[in-house]
C-alpha cells in the first residue's frame, strides 16, 4: 500500500508541476511547430514524455530547467521527423500590444523578422535561442541542451551575429 500511495504522490506533485509550467510547453510546441494541430499534438506528446521520466527526476535541479530540456529532446526529435512545410502565421502568436499604432507596427515587423529568422534556424539553434530569449542563463541553457558553457556563449554570439545581418543593424 505504501508504494501505491507513494507513486500517486509523484503523480499528483508531477500534475502539478506541469500545471504550473504548462507555459514552457507551449513556448516550445510553438517554436517547433506551424500549424496549430500540430502544436498541440506537440505539447500533448512534450506532457506525455515529461510524464513518463518524472521518475528519473532527481530534484536537484530545478524543475523548469529539466522540463525545458524533456521538451526541447521531444521537439528536435519531432522538428527533425517533419517533412518542411511553409512557416507558420504569425497572427496565431500572443504579441502584447504596443502603446499607439506607429510602435505596434514596428513591433509587428520586428516580431515577424525575428521569427523568420529563428524559423529558419537548425532544430538545435532554435532550442539555444528559445531558452535565451526566455532569459536562462548561459549555465543553465548549457545544462539543459548539454553543451559547455563555452559553447552556449560560442553559439550565442554567432547567432547574435546572424540576427544582426538579418535585421541589417
Not at 44 to 51: F, L, P, R, V
Not at 108 to 135: F, Q
Amino acid at each position: 500500500m505504501l508504494i501505491g500511495k507513494s507513486r500517486n504522490a509523484a503523480r499528483e506533485r508531477c500534475q502539478h508541476l506541469l500545471e504550473i509550467h504548462r507555459g514552457i510547453l507551449f513556448k516550445v510546441a510553438n517554436l517547433y511547430c506551424r500549424d496549430v494541430e500540430d502544436r498541440r499534438d506537440l505539447v500533448q506528446e512534450i506532457g506525455a514524455q515529461a510524464w513518463k521520466s518524472f521518475p528519473n527526476y532527481d530534484g536537484i535541479r530545478p524543475f523548469p530547467t529539466w522540463l525545458y530540456r524533456v521538451a526541447l529532446n521531444v521537439a528536435i526529435s519531432y522538428a527533425r521527423g517533419q517533412a518542411r512545410r511553409p512557416a507558420f502565421a504569425l497572427d496565431d502568436l500572443d504579441v502584447e500590444p504596443a502603446a499607439d499604432a506607429e510602435a505596434q507596427r514596428e513591433n509587428d515587423d520586428g516580431v515577424r523578422l525575428l521569427y523568420r529568422c529563428i524559423d529558419r534556424l537548425d532544430p538545435l539553434d532554435r532550442a539555444l535561442m528559445l531558452l535565451y530569449l526566455d532569459e536562462r542563463s548561459q549555465r543553465e541553457i548549457a545544462e539543459i541542451l548539454g553543451l559547455s558553457e563555452t559553447n552556449v556563449a560560442t553559439k550565442i554570439g554567432r547567432l547574435k551575429g546572424r540576427l544582426r545581418n538579418e535585421f541589417g543593424a
